[in-house]
């Protein structure tokens, strides 16, 4: 069995989506300033974003991340793997060339069984927003935490750690990669 990794990338001020996410803002407005380090990077860069895909099975997403993103996403779907998006509306699938994403409306925990049994012994990655993310962490499913702090103040927006994650989630760094666009972060959550 895989692992459970939550990966995320976020403003030095903990911000995950600039303010007004809408279809035609889908990370808010300048919130495509978090993601520049995976396309405009160091070879360090590429590298952090390739672990994305590494040994991975499947993904699993909010529904909100969904909304916004499956347009962009384009034909292929992007992930090219089984996503699971936790969620409250039931839907049929949506199969995308490659990609499905199937829609789980019984909890985070009913969602990562399902994206489990599809990964097989890949890992699992769990994606944003900050709220799917919070669940997870909440929950105790997480088992590595990747953060990619962008050197940026957003000052408004989506916070990662804008709710609770329970009592205290202990963190053991386990590695650390330090680019001028970026600091990569990997965690092993203790707790």
Same mark, same amino acid.
């Given at each position: 069995m895989g692992t459970v990794i939550a990966e995320i990338s976020m403003s030095a001020d903990g911000i995950v989506a600039g303010p007004d996410t809408s @279809? =035609?803002?889908? #990370?808010?407005? %300048?919130?495509? #300033? +978090?993601?520049?380090?995976?396309? =405009?990077? @160091?070879? *360090? %860069? *590429? /590298? *952090? /974003? /390739?672990?994305?895909? %590494?040994? @991975?099975?499947a993904f699993v997403l909010g529904r909100s991340m969904f909304d916004v993103g499956i347009d962009p996403w384009g034909d292929d779907g992007t992930f090219r793997k089984p996503c699971f998006v936790v969620t409250h509306r039931p839907s049929e699938p949506v199969v995308k060339g490659p990609t499905t994403f199937t829609f789980v409306t019984d909890g985070p925990e009913a969602a990562l069984t399902r994206a489990k049994a599809a990964a097989g012994d890949g890992n699992v990655v769990v994606m944003g927003g900050g709220t799917t993310m919070r669940q997870f962490l909440r929950a105790g +499913?997480? %088992? =590595? +935490?990747? +953060?990619? &702090? &962008?050197p940026l103040l957003f000052g408004a927006g989506v916070r990662l750690f804008d709710g609770p994650v329970g009592a205290h989630v202990r963190l053991e760094r386990t590695a650390v990669s330090e680019t001028p666009n970026a600091t990569h972060l990997t965690f092993r959550v203790l707790s």
């Open positions: @279809t =035609e803002h889908r #990370l808010g407005r %300048d919130g495509d #300033l +978090l993601h520049q380090w995976m396309f =405009e990077g @160091t070879d *360090a %860069d *590429a /590298a *952090a /974003a /390739a672990k994305l895909f %590494d040994g @991975t099975g +499913l997480v %088992d =590595e +935490l990747r +953060l990619h &702090v &962008v």
